[in-house]
């Protein structure tokens, strides 16, 4: 027998992932959030049992929870891209070293967006702070090649913290301004984000019916504490949004319709 090959139990991880019902979960909450009765729907099985594979992927970090910020009944489940990431090229690396994480995507996306005719709206509430960051950031990561815009269902102005967070990555937000949805009516985009549970509720349609995408983001805005609570609470919605749209990237890459 080769003394180099000693018998190794399988990841976890991968049992986890093997199961048919926890796939379609992922599957489904790697494009959007959603509430277990929507998940329910969509796959036609119990309730108890959707909740149970949720609760399993919950247990390994791979699926998180946060309650609704427009009815508290409610509860909005997310895929953790990240974790997700790294344990899967962790158990690659497990096989052999050349299949560990490949080099970056950035760069790979980016060619492929370089003729793109994504349209991309966000929309919160207020249009003060999520969907403005979200707005940049997209553009930023972009290189201008996906068309981002935002707006709210009762725009504010942009708040403070949300220019001073944008700026720590170099973004430059303070010359953008509020806008209210009714600007966008008519008009036709590829993708509409929404980044607050009430504003999903209360998106209207859009012209060539767009891909709808919710991610359940809180509203920095209502953190309670000091300036300091306050300012990193704008900093980890930032952190948090350029994860998601590094993924939405890959997503628009992958799936070919950034390449038109």
């Known amino acids: 027998m080769n003394p180099t090959l000693t018998a190794t139990e399988s990841p976890g991880f991968l049992k986890l992932l093997a199961h048919d019902l926890r796939w379609k979960l992922l599957t489904a909450l790697?494009?959007?959030?959603?509430?277990?009765?929507?998940?329910?729907?969509?796959?036609?099985?119990?309730?108890?049992l959707v909740s149970y594979h949720l609760k399993r992927l919950r247990a390994q970090g791979l699926v998180r929870e946060r309650r609704s910020g427009a009815d508290a009944r409610d509860v909005y489940y997310s895929l953790d891209h990240d974790?997700?990431?790294?344990?899967?090229?962790?158990?690659?690396?497990?096989?052999?070293?050349?299949?560990?994480?490949?080099?970056?995507?950035?760069?790979?996306?980016?060619?492929s967006l370089s003729r793109s005719q994504e349209r991309v709206l966000f929309l919160c509430t207020e249009n003060s702070a999520r969907s403005q960051m979200a707005e940049a950031i997209l553009r930023h990561m972009s290189r201008g090649r996906v068309k981002a815009f935002s707006a709210g269902t009762c725009p504010s102005g942009i708040?403070?913290?949300?220019?001073?967070?944008?700026?720590?990555?170099?973004?430059?937000?303070?010359?953008?301004?509020?806008?209210?949805?009714d600007e966008f009516q008519g008009q036709s985009f590829t993708h509409i984000i929404t980044l607050c549970d009430r504003a999903r509720e209360v998106c209207p349609p859009f012209p060539g019916d767009p891909a709808r995408i919710h991610w359940s983001f809180p509203n920095p805005a209502a953190i309670k504490g000091n300036e300091a609570a306050k300012s990193h609470a704008f900093a980890a919605?930032?952190?948090?949004?350029?994860?998601?749209?590094?993924?939405?990237?890959?997503m628009l890459e992958k799936s070919g319709g950034a390449t038109a």
């Open 159 to 181: 708040h403070p913290l949300a220019v001073a967070a944008m700026q720590r990555h170099k973004i430059d937000i303070s010359q953008q301004r509020s806008k209210h949805l």
């Open 237 to 250: 919605t930032a952190q948090e949004l350029m994860t998601r749209i590094r993924y939405l990237l890959l």
């Open 30 to 48: 790697a494009r959007s959030d959603y509430r277990v009765y929507e998940l329910v729907d969509f796959f036609d099985h119990p309730p108890n």
């Open 83 to 111: 974790r997700l990431r790294r344990l899967y090229f962790s158990a690659g690396r497990m096989l052999h070293p050349s299949l560990g994480e490949p080099g970056s995507d950035a760069n790979a996306s980016q060619r």
